[in-house]
């Protein structure tokens, strides 16, 4: 499979035509399927989504064996490969919530389309969806003082997790500021064995109830 080198003039967004012809290339659809899911997508002025999104939408399966379905992460994790970049599954039980959402705030996320995911030793990792955005790579790096390590993400998991992750840290602080106990409470799966405990909680545990509620 060969690789593509990342375009150097500049951002920009992936382009539906160029992710189908790379399929194509590397026999994950046939040329007949592609050209009908770019036509379809211009009729229906869809060509502005994401390509994951837009070609995992059309249901397709891989042209050659095992004929896996095409879903956002199927396609993902095979962009991430012909790119050259690290796949990342975002599990959000798995994510420490404090120390992600300490690394930058909701706004400048959203206006890049990223999202902090690790953040270990000198080096946090940061998701993208779009491999070819990385102007902002040099400023945040400079501001932080870390190693940036970015990886391939499904952008609805992204767009998705933006908002909830920072809520969530969110509704964390709130709940402390009122007095309640959430020391090493620092992820999703420590949230949902709190939730599991059956903890009678009380009128002055409201944020912590909208984080059970949420999980």
Do not use: C
Request: net charge neutral; aromatic share 6%.
């Amino acid at each position: 499979m060969a690789a593509v080198t990342p375009a150097r003039a500049g951002d920009r967004k992936l382009h539906l035509r160029e992710v189908l012809e790379w399929m194509v290339e590397d026999g994950v659809v046939d040329a007949g399927s592609a050209n009908k899911l770019l036509q379809d997508a211009r009729a229906a002025l869809k060509q502005t989504r994401h390509p994951i999104l837009t070609i995992g939408e059309a249901r397709l399966r891989m042209a050659k064996a095992p004929h896996t379905p095409l879903t956002p992460p199927v396609i993902t994790e095979w962009l991430a490969g012909k790119l050259r970049m690290p796949f990342y599954h975002i599990d959000p039980l798995k994510i420490d919530l404090n120390a992600v959402t300490q690394v930058m705030s909701s706004d400048y996320a959203q206006k890049r389309g990223i999202l902090p995911v690790e953040v270990s030793g000198r080096e946090v990792t940061i998701a993208v969806s779009e491999p070819f955005m990385t102007s902002w790579e040099s400023d945040l790096a400079g501001m932080l003082r870390l190693n940036i390590k970015r990886v391939l993400s499904n952008p609805a998991d992204i767009e998705r997790y933006q908002g909830e992750f920072f809520n969530l840290a969110k509704s964390m602080k709130r709940a402390e500021a009122a007095g309640v106990q959430t020391s090493g409470l620092t992820n999703f799966e420590q949230l949902v064995e709190l939730g599991k405990a059956g903890r009678q909680l009380d009128a002055n545990d409201h944020h912590i109830v909208h984080l059970v509620d949420w999980l």
